[in-house]
């Protein structure tokens, strides 16, 4: 069974518009991510939250807000989409509690914005 | 700034031959360091990380990795790759200001296994 599900697989939206990507982790992990894959750039890193509280932006706009609706769910909504958004949304999560703690991905959100 | 490198894109090696995949990292304090893997259509995976201590580190799959200070570098071995060992690799510093968690990553090498 998938421990860290994506909703959904692939998407595909239009400049200008709204969508919100899904993520739900059932590892009892106390922290989330967001990280982004784009053609030709590292993995990069977005958000992170710890107990549903925001601990780290490293996002420039504010078109992308995570949203966090309970402990084990993360969503990321974005806002007037531009054709740059276009990338693989991974969430992750972790068990943070003493040092650094190995980060579980899931399979990822490939967005297309046309 | 902290920084990965992965100075190789692609590497082919052929079914049991030996692997080596390269990895520079740049932070100023002691980094905790990591290699994941990302199979077709799948999300990363784990392979294995060093925090202290021994500075070779075992992971999956008969995956190792060693850690050098002093060349600023974590390099992944194996010594007999597997034609399923194909996929990308990357490496990944945690990191940055503060008390961060984010994992700062390398671009990714491209493992393929010929038979």
């Known amino acids: 069974d998938p421990k860290i599900i994506q909703k959904p697989k692939y998407l595909v939206a239009v400049t200008g518009s709204e969508k919100i990507l899904i993520c739900e982790q059932y590892?009892?992990?106390?922290?989330m991510y967001w990280y982004r894959q784009s053609a030709k750039k590292p993995l990069e890193f977005m958000f992170s939250?710890?107990?549903?509280?925001?601990?780290d932006n490293q996002t420039a706009s504010s078109r992308f807000q995570p949203q966090s609706s309970k402990k084990n769910h993360l969503d990321l909504q974005i806002t007037a989409l531009k054709p740059d958004d276009s990338a693989t949304y991974f969430c992750a999560s972790s068990q943070e509690d003493r040092g650094p703690a190995e980060q579980f991905f899931g399979p990822g959100t490939r967005l297309t914005v046309l | 700034a902290q920084s990965v490198t992965q100075p190789d894109a692609r590497v082919t090696v052929s079914e049991g031959a030996s692997l080596q995949l390269r990895c520079k990292y740049s932070y100023s304090a002691t980094p905790y360091l990591f290699w994941y893997v990302q199979y077709p259509r799948q999300g990363l995976q784990m392979l294995l990380k060093y925090y202290s201590g021994d500075p070779v580190v075992q992971g999956v799959n008969g995956f190792e990795a060693e850690f050098s200070k002093s060349d600023s570098s974590f390099h992944l071995r194996k010594a007999s790759v597997h034609w399923s060992d194909s996929a990308v690799y990357f490496c990944?510093?945690?990191?940055?200001?503060?008390?961060?968690?984010?994992?700062?990553f390398g671009l990714g090498t491209t493992l393929q296994v010929q038979p």
């Open positions: 990944a510093v945690r990191g940055g200001t503060g008390n961060t968690r984010k994992l700062i």
């Open positions: 590892l009892g992990h106390n922290a």
């Open positions: 939250y710890s107990y549903q509280k925001l601990m």
